[in-house]
């Protein structure tokens, strides 16, 4: 290969969705009604989304067709580059192949626009004005923001407040689009003025968060609710990623051994993973590696089960892995990682092992960032150093065994910068959650 980037045409651009439930060993269990227990239809889900994503929230599709109004709007940075990083490996001394899918040349800086863009779309063509949503390390509140904008419709995010104090200009950018941020827990919302009472110093969740950008949306018959990760729809958008891969891969003549992604709802490592999938299935040998932080354990240190995805317990119950859904992690620079639960398609390849689940820490994924930018040039966002750590553990396992490894580079970390700062002045550091606190938290699982 002479050339290390690989890049499409526009025209070489996915035009459909791949949907990865209906392939998935033994399916998907259905979200429950947390009332009654039973399997929850769209209808009751219609207060507060589109019926277009409930559709395809449930879907047994295995390819959807992406709007060509949404595809305009994709292709103002879609198909996004894949990287060859051949610095990184000299630098490793490994014989195994480092690739990257550049999710960081959005204009965001993350991949979180794939789903924002089409959530917007559908929400505009159904007649709604105004989109509520939370927000971690404001990747997506950002991304929202921007396609909101696009097409024509207000939003309110809701940042969780460790992240709306570090990330002062994650704020800028969403106010730059045009989108009103308050931090949560805000005094905006019957929930948030309870949790700022029983928890005066809290440094806030993106269950809170999520709380009280469901409470604002069933408040308003102009607003909908948008989530950023975890539900099915979502992962489905992120697959543009995996399938641009694939094609890219081609293009490189190379196949991946190994695909790693960061974890924290799971949508960027499912959209890169998924179209993978039934490769695998069909006996192709790859090995899905899913980073996620040893102090938000979700998959490595959580149970597989029934939960709500907020602290208010408005959702449905979602099957996934999970650390109990008033769990409050601790106030890591890796705001998008702080989730209690995950995906039920990230769970449910854990679930049938498909999915090798690792955590890290916090202070090895920065070492792995600052490697990454002195080697590759393009210093990654706090999320995105988990999968470069987790990419660098693969490829020096066995240093002189080849192989090919891809990897999602989530976002970049140019708005992160103070995180940095933070790591080379020595105040960051480790963080393994408590056993007996995560017991405690998963001991108010709902009783299914």
């Not at 490996?89 to 999710?103: D, M, P, R, V, W």
């Not at 917007?120 to 989109?131: D, H, M, T, W």
């Not at 949306?217 to 607003?223: G, K, L, P, Y």
């Not at 955590?359 to 040039?377: D, P, S, Y």
Request: hydrophobic letters at 35%; glycine letters at 8%; proline letters at 8%.
């Amino acid at each position: 290969m002479t050339t290390k980037k690989i890049v499409l045409r526009d025209d070489e651009m996915p035009t459909q969705w791949y949907n990865v439930g209906p392939d998935i060993p033994n399916g998907l269990l259905p979200p429950l009604d947390p009332e009654t227990k039973q399997p929850m239809g769209p209808e009751k889900l219609g207060a507060i989304f589109p019926m277009s994503l409930l559709e395809q929230e449930m879907s047994q599709e295995r390819f959807i067709d992406i709007p060509e109004e949404v595809l305009d709007v994709l292709k103002i940075w879609r198909p996004s580059p894949m990287v060859r990083a051949r610095a990184l490996e000299k630098a490793l001394g490994t014989k195994s192949k480092i690739y990257f899918k550049n999710e960081g040349v959005s204009p965001v800086g993350s991949h979180k626009p794939n789903s924002a863009v089409p959530q917007a779309y559908y929400n505009a063509k159904e007649g709604i004005k105004r989109l509520a949503t939370e927000t971690g390390a404001g990747q997506w509140g950002s991304a929202l923001s921007f396609a909101t904008q696009k097409f024509g419709l207000d939003c309110k995010v809701y940042m969780v407040k460790i992240s709306f104090d570090q990330k002062p200009y994650r704020k800028s950018m969403m106010h730059t689009f045009g989108a009103s941020i308050v931090a949560s827990p805000s005094v905006d919302t019957n929930i948030g003025r309870q949790i700022r009472e029983q928890y005066p110093d809290t440094a806030g969740s993106l269950g809170i968060a999520i709380s009280e950008a469901i409470e604002d949306a069933a408040s308003r018959d102009d607003t909908n609710y948008a989530l950023g990760s975890v539900l099915n729809h979502v992962v489905l958008h992120q697959s543009i990623i995996g399938l641009e891969a694939k094609k890219q891969m081609a293009i490189a003549g190379d196949y991946p051994d190994v695909i790693v992604g960061c974890c924290g709802g799971g949508s960027n490592f499912a959209g890169l993973a998924c179209p993978y999938v039934p490769d695998y299935l069909e006996g192709k040998k790859i090995r899905f590696v899913g980073v996620e932080p040893a102090s938000c354990p979700s998959l490595t240190g959580g149970t597989l089960a029934y939960d709500f995805g907020d602290v208010a317990q408005t959702t449905p119950l979602l099957n996934m892995y999970t650390l109990g859904h008033d769990f409050i992690p601790p106030g890591i620079h890796a705001g998008g990682l702080r989730y209690h639960g995950m995906s039920p398609i990230v769970s449910a390849m854990v679930r049938e092992k498909i999915v090798d689940p690792v955590k890290v820490h916090q202070l090895e994924c920065f070492e792995a960032g600052v490697l990454f930018a002195r080697t590759e040039g393009i210093i990654p966002a706090p999320e995105t150093c988990h999968a470069i750590r987790g990419a660098i553990i693969e490829a020096t396992r066995e240093p002189e065994k080849p192989q090919t490894i891809l990897f999602n580079f989530s976002g970049h970390g140019l708005i992160d910068m103070a995180s940095y700062d933070k790591y080379f002045s020595g105040d960051l550091h480790d963080y393994e959650y408590p056993q007996e606190a995560i017991a405690a938290s998963m001991a108010k699982l709902p009783k299914i």
